[in-house]
Every structure is written in C-alpha cells, then in structure tokens.
C-alpha cells in the first residue's frame, strides 16, 4: 500500500508512520522538520516531503513529489494550537491575530488544499481512504476555551462531511477522527504499557488509534466510516 501522511515527524503521526505499514509499503512523510524515522530499516520506503503548511505553496510541494503514483490512503495529521491554550493561565484576550490566522490556515484551510492536490493520485488507487484528524474538541458540549482551535477542529468535521459528497462517486471514503487527550510524548516504539503508567489510563495510547486506523484502512471500497469520536476513558468532560 502507498500512505502519505501529513504532520507526521512526532508524536500522532510519527506513530501512523511506523505502526501502519508492513513491510514493502510506502510512505510520504509530510513535515516541517526531518523525521527520525527515516533511518529506520524495516522493509517498510520511506520518503520524506519538506513542506511548511503554513504557506500556501506546501500542498503543490506534495504534489509534485508525489507525481502520479497512486496513493491508497492520505492522513492529514497537522494541527496547531493557541501557545498557551492547554494551561490553567490560558487567556483568550490575549491571542495574537497573527496566531489566529495561522491556526485556522494549517488546521483548515492547508487540509483543504493538501486533500485537492492529492485527489488525482487518490482515484488511482482501487480502495482509496481519506482520514481527517479532528479532535474532542471539534465536538458539541466540549469544555476548551481555546477559541481558535476549537473552531479548527470543528471545520475539520465540516471539511469531511462535504468531502465525502465530493468523493461519492469514485468510491473514496472519508473518515474523520476526534480523539481525545493523546499520549504523544510517549513514542510509539516504547509500546503501549508504557503509556498507560505514565498518564494512568488517561490518556489514549497512539497504538489505539493506530489500530483504529489501520482497522478503517482494511474495509472494503463498499463501506465508510463517516466519523468517531474516541474520548479517553476516564475523561468526564467527553
């Protein structure tokens, strides 16, 4: 199978990058910084494509190295937030407009344009599968305060629903994906044991949503997931 992956030099998407092909496969990289898992040797290509997501020429980037090679599954990964929005001190009426516009640029727009570029390489696939990474907070009734992320994660839920019209007729399904606090510091690599005692079972080990993943990579063309919502299990505010 050929993967790209679109935010993919840590964390989330480092761990889409190692956990979802086997061997053979092949994988685009698409990020800002060189990812570590290029010295990996495990019988499993992987090409990296420098791109910045926040300028408007990284989704044409993307295309030219991708050059007409079918591509069987596209994750778009990227997201960004307000600098201090995951902390107590969080201050909305402090945001930085130029904050604000890059937010909603890499987490909306950049997936808007990254998703029209790769459309042709898309239909060449026999059972092509999008996957839009949202967030708990892109839902109703979450308790962020974080204005311009949450409005992000929302469009991304928007994004999908329109995409998966457009792409109804070629048989391309469009998966979005709201998960809930990740724990991404911890690599993917050192399993999920280590996860779980770090954060105590609360929050979500990257291999879960890798096997979700992949588990969605797997359906037939006669079937799509339109949306999960995968909050950590004692999170009492999802």
């Not at 190295?65 to 909305?92: M, T």
Request: aromatic share 6%; hydrophobic share 35%.
């Amino acid at each position: 199978m050929n993967f790209v992956v679109v935010g993919a030099s840590k964390g989330l998407g480092d761990a889409f990058v190692k956990g979802l092909p086997e061997k053979g496969d092949h994988v685009w990289i698409v990020s800002r910084n060189r990812p570590r898992s290029l010295k990996l040797d495990d019988g499993i290509h992987r090409t990296w494509i420098q791109a910045d997501l926040s300028q408007i020429t990284s989704s044409d980037q993307i295309a030219v190295e991708l050059k007409d090679v079918p591509i069987d599954v596209f994750i778009y990964n990227a997201g960004i937030w307000e600098k201090e929005g995951f902390k107590e001190h969080y201050d909305f009426e402090k945001d930085d407009p130029k904050d604000i516009e890059n937010i909603l640029y890499v987490n909306t727009t950049s997936a808007i344009l990254c998703t029209q570029k790769i459309l042709p390489n898309l239909k060449k696939s026999k059972n092509a599968k999008v996957i839009l990474i949202g967030s708990n907070d892109g839902n109703e009734n979450n308790e962020s305060k974080q204005v311009t992320y949450v409005a992000s994660k929302f469009g991304i839920r928007g994004i999908g629903n329109s995409l998966r019209e457009n792409l109804r007729e070629h048989e391309i399904a469009v998966t979005c994906i709201n998960p809930g606090e990740i724990a991404a510091t911890i690599p993917y690599e050192e399993g999920l044991e280590k996860a779980l005692a770090t954060y105590n079972n609360r929050r979500i080990p990257v291999q879960d949503i890798v096997s979700l993943v992949k588990t969605i990579t797997t359906l037939s063309k006669a079937s799509c997931v339109k949306e999960i919502t995968m909050p950590a299990m004692l999170d009492t505010n999802a």
